[in-house]
């Protein structure tokens, strides 16, 4: 079946650690997004790919990276300038083609602070 | 900042129609509306989209007004698995406008 795999499903980290969440899509689109949630909170953009080796970033982009050196991956690396990185992370993907756009989202990845 | 206003909450009785408002008072002409929904720890689920015209499809209904300022999704038939944050967003036809999601409303089903 095609879908949006994220990885892992919980992953903690450290004081002063890097840590990088997974995001993997065979369903040949070529946007990708990651998103981040807080409790009780809507959706924050915090970047974004139209195109493989090209990534805007979103509202939120202090504190994180991303590289797209493939189309069907986007990983999100939390580096330790975010201080407070404790959030649930979704990544999502589109087509870009026609006058509309769907998202297809993945099943996120609960990041916790040790 | 989201261009939709929708009520934090709402219940609904299983079996029973549910009826979701969202205004969009400041929508433009190119802009469709979107219906997502997020079932708690899961990614959101896309629901339907519409321009001016109502929708249907194997999920639910959308009737816009016709002034386009508000619109109400329905579930027709609510099942104790249609509890979830439900979100409504508007944005303008392709360009590189991203959606742009609000808090939504909880929609609680009770049995």
């Known amino acids: 079946d095609g879908g949006i795999t994220q990885s892992p499903k919980y992953l903690f980290r450290k004081e002063g650690q890097n840590v990088t969440l997974s995001c993997e899509q065979n369903?040949?689109?070529?946007?990708m997004y990651w998103y981040r949630q807080d409790p009780g909170q809507g959706l924050r953009l915090i970047y974004y790919?139209?195109?493989?080796?090209?990534?805007q970033k979103g509202d939120i982009a202090e504190g994180y990276s991303v590289s797209r050196e493939k189309k069907e991956s986007f990983p999100l690396t939390v580096t330790s300038a975010q201080k407070n990185p404790t959030a649930f992370y979704l990544c999502?993907?589109?087509?870009?083609?026609?006058?509309?756009?769907?998202?297809?989202f993945g099943s996120g990845t609960q990041l916790s602070v040790l | 900042d989201a261009k939709t206003t929708q009520p934090p909450s709402m219940d609904c009785a299983e079996g029973r129609a549910a009826n979701l408002p969202c205004n969009h008072s400041t929508i433009s002409g190119n802009e469709y509306v979107y219906w997502y929904r997020q079932i708690h720890s899961q990614g959101p689920q896309y629901i339907i989209h519409g321009l001016k015209n109502n929708e249907t499809n194997e999920m639910a209904s959308l009737i816009i007004t016709e002034d386009r300022k508000s619109s109400t999704l329905i579930l027709p038939h609510a099942t104790l698995r249609d509890t979830a944050v439900y979100y409504c967003?508007?944005?303008?036809?392709?360009?590189?406008?991203?959606?742009?999601f609000g808090k939504g409303t909880k929609l609680t089903v009770n049995p």
């Open positions: 790919s139209q195109i493989v080796n090209d990534f």
């Open positions: 967003i508007v944005r303008s036809t392709g360009g590189s406008e991203k959606l742009v």
């Open positions: 369903l040949n689109h070529d946007a």
């Open positions: 999502a993907s589109s087509t870009l083609q026609g006058a509309w756009e769907k998202l297809f």
